[in-house]
Each structure stands twice: as structure tokens, then as C-alpha cells.
């Protein structure tokens, strides 16, 4: 029976359990600092922390739980990795280096069953969420690969937006940002991190209400029910009307924008009129809101879609911005290492059968 990872820990569940095992709040601290500022890879290392205390966490929980099987390094300084599970599964892990920082998009679930016919990641379903210690231990991986290149690099920024819908795995979600964010250890700032989901309505109300302090992003994707309901499946259940009533309560709550992905397939939902009827949806919370156009990468799989011209990609853009919305668009990062994701992990799994 593996053991759980202790990065699954947020610090005050930590300072809980040693409480209970008879340790004091200090070595809470200690641990922690041992954890995510001198990032040991074993308990043996944590040279100050009494040997009582090394030996019950060691027999409840390991530190490293993700092995990695596959790396692949972009042109443009772009990893991906590829890592498996204690159970075998595999998920994707990458870093992306931008001008602001180094950034890391993290997976939340293995597989995914939200179904967007355009998505790779969603070639696989879902056969369970992450637990927070897996998703904090992509970091950490990401972290050590970094501290191993001996460059003083450090991850500075976060998007949840690998594999799986991360409002479907909430709860593990938010302790994953409750350890990233402590100021006592990684100490990324909630500014630095963006959660995408695909419009798990009632989660943006609740994500809202926790006050989660991070930044919000929607993946909308077309600006009408007909449309969007064709090339994703859960707006059957949860309409565009509904989507943006849960926005509308996200944005009355916080001072700060919603991010609406919105990926470009040629043909399908990049015309003007498209741009035009996005526009007019969005209204009035024009201040509120950046549509952040995303250029597809084609999937073997989804072969009835392709990427848009890059006139339709200026022309969607220019008309957005003469009706005054804000508007960019995302940059690309590892075109030459399976970009798309899912796409590496679909790879490796169908190579293995």
C-alpha cells in the first residue's frame, strides 16, 4: 500500500496532525520550512526536527509520490513532463518560461470527463481526481528540476489548466492553493495564480465564497448556446445564461477581471459575426473582463478541426476591439513537443497497449 504524499497537507492540517501525535505548533514551522523552503526529498534530511517526530511522519506519509517518465524540452525552453503516479497512472506537468516569470500549468484529475470535442485531454475519462498532494507535488517536481540546474530559478507563477476540470475536484484543489500560496513556504502569490474551469456554475458561486484570492478564468468558447452546446457538451447542463449569472456573482464579489478563453477553430466560431455576437454578450462588463483568444493545436483525433487563418485570428481580434473589449492573444509554447494538451500522455498510453 503506497503512502500519501505530506505535500497533501495544507500548514494548519499539518500543525493538526502533529498536534495529535503529540508535537508542538514549532515543529509545524520547522517541517513546513524543511518542505517548501530547503525542499529535502527525504524525512532523514530534516536534521533539526526530533527523530520521533521523523519517524511517525515517515510512517504515514512520503515526501516524493510522482515519478517521471517522459520529459520533453520545447526550442523555446518549454518541459513538459510526463509523470506517474503511485498507481501507474500518468499526467502532464509544464513549465513555461515567459518574460514575467516561470510559470507552470498543473493537471488536476487523470483523464477528463467534460468532453469538449475539440480538447486532447479529454481523449481519455476521467478515472479520478488528483489529491492535493499530487497536485502540489507537480510544483515540487517542477521546483527540484529547477534547483538541480543551479540557476536560482523559482516557479513564480500557476495555471491550473492540464488535464481535467479543476472545479470538479474542489476540494483538493483549494488545499493545493492554500500550500502553494503560504507566505512560510512557496509563497506564490495568489495574484500569480489563474484556475480555469469549463463553467461549473454553482463552483464559481463557491469558489467565490471561499474567497480563494486567485484569478479566474472561463473557458467559453463560443458566444451563443447553439454553438457552444455543439463543442461542449456541458452547456446541455449548464447554459451560457447560467455561466454568465455565476460570472456576474464572482465579479460583484471581487475587484478584479474574469479571464473568457476563447479557442479559434477555423470556420466554426472565428467569423466576425462571432466576434460581434461575443462582444454583445459580454455588455457591459466590458471593464471586468479579457477574452483571451487561443489559437487551436490541431489533434489527430479531432481532425474535423483545424486552426484559424491568421487573417480570421486579426480580424476576431481587431472587431473586439473596436467594440471596446479587452482582448489578447495567448502566446504559444512548445509547438514542437505535443503542445496540445493530453496530447503526450494520450501518446504514451496508446504506445504502451
Known amino acids: ?19 495529535e501525535h503529540g508535537h508542538k505548533k514549532s515543529r509545524a514551522l520547522q517541517v513546513w520550512d524543511w518542505l517548501y523552503r530547503k525542499r ?27 515519478g517521471e517518465h517522459t520529459k520533453q524540452e520545447s526550442a523555446d525552453g518549454t518541459i513538459k513532463f510526463l509523470l506517474k503516479l503511485t498507481d501507474g497512472n500518468l499526467i502532464e506537468t509544464v513549465l513555461m518560461r515567459h518574460k514575467f516569470g516561470l510559470s507552470v500549468c498543473v493537471t488536476t484529475q ?3 470527463n467534460i468532453g469538449c470535442s475539440f480538447c486532447a485531454s ?22 527540484l528540476h529547477l534547483d538541480a540546474q543551479g540557476g536560482g530559478d523559482r516557479v513564480s507563477h500557476i495555471v491550473v489548466m492540464g488535464i481535467g476540470e479543476p472545479f470538479d475536484n474542489f476540494e483538493n484543489m483549494v488545499d493545493f492553493l492554500d500550500v502553494v ?67 456576474d456573482y464572482y465579479l460583484s464579489k471581487n475587484k478584479r477581471r474574469v479571464t473568457l478563453e476563447y479557442i479559434l477553430l477555423r470556420d466554426v466560431n472565428d467569423q466576425k459575426e ?5 462582444a454583445e454578450l459580454i455588455g457591459d462588463r466590458r471593464q ?32 473586439l476591439k473596436k467594440q471596446d473589449v479587452s482582448v489578447s492573444v495567448r502566446l ?3 509547438t514542437d513537443i505535443d503542445a496540445a494538451c493530453g496530447q503526450l500522455r494520450s501518446k504514451q498510453i496508446k504506445a504502451s497497449v
Open 332 to 334: 504559444e509554447h512548445g
Open 181 to 247: 500560496k503560504d507566505h512560510k513556504g512557496l509563497a506564490i502569490g495568489a495574484r500569480h495564480i489563474t484556475v480555469s474551469t469549463s463553467g461549473l456554475a454553482n463552483k464559481i458561486r463557491e469558489f467565490t465564497d471561499r474567497n480563494v484570492g486567485v484569478n479566474l478564468a472561463v473557458s467559453l468558447h463560443a458566444p451563443n448556446n447553439e454553438l457552444r452546446t455543439r463543442i461542449m457538451k456541458i452547456n446541455r447542463a449548464i447554459p451560457i445564461e447560467e455561466l454568465m449569472e455565476a460570472i
Open 110 to 112: 487523470v483523464g477528463c
Open 40 to 66: 529535502v526529498t527525504s524525512f532523514g534530511e530534516m536534521t533539526d526536527v526530533h527523530p520521533s517526530c521523523l519517524e511517525q511522519l515517515a510512517a504515514h506519509y512520503d515526501i516524493q509520490t510522482l
Open 122 to 143: 479529454g481523449l481519455l475519462a476521467k478515472s479520478r481526481d488528483l489529491t492535493a498532494g499530487e497536485i502540489v507535488g507537480q510544483i515540487m517536481k517542477v521546483q
Open 274 to 278: 462571432h466576434a460581434l455576437e461575443l
Open 1 to 19: 500500500m503506497h503512502k500519501p504524499s505530506i505535500y497533501g497537507f495544507t500548514f494548519e492540517q499539518l500543525t493538526s496532525w502533529l498536534a
Open 288 to 319: 471586468q473582463v479579457n477574452v483571451n483568444l487561443i489559437p487551436y493545436n490541431p489533434v489527430d483525433e479531432h481532425s474535423q478541426y483545424q486552426r484559424s487563418e491568421q487573417e480570421s485570428i486579426r480580424v476576431f481580434y481587431d472587431t
